[in-house]
Nanobody
């Protein structure tokens, strides 16, 4: 069974940083394109970025967020720097046709 479990969310001040993790199981992680997406309160789900042998980002996070993966640990990461209030959202990882339960990020002074 495919399982994705996000962690690392929390409350951070504007300009701060957080690193989210997504631990995967039940599929071949190293060969799978993985994604991060987010959903702000009252808004639609927004793609943040993806990683395979390459990485791609949405314009809204490019230069501030970095996606990486540790295939030995079956873990996906999202390093978020210079956070803005507009980054407040539930963050989800996805891959192999599944999405995790999400982890909440709140950026507030």
């Amino acid at each position: 069974e495919v399982q994705l479990v996000e962690s690392g969310g929390g409350v951070v001040q504007p300009g701060g940083s957080l690193r989210l993790s997504c631990t995967a199981s039940g599929f071949s992680f190293c060969g799978t394109t993985m994604n991060w997406a987010r959903q702000a309160p009252g808004k639609a789900l927004e793609w943040v970025g993806s990683i395979s042998s390459w990485t791609r980002y949405s314009d809204s996070v490019k230069g501030r967020f970095t996606i990486s993966r540790d295939n030995a640990k079956n873990t996906l990461y999202l390093q978020m720097n210079n956070l803005e209030p507009e980054d407040t959202a539930m963050y989800y990882c996805s891959g192999a046709g599944k999405r995790g339960q999400g982890t909440r990020v709140t950026v507030s002074a």
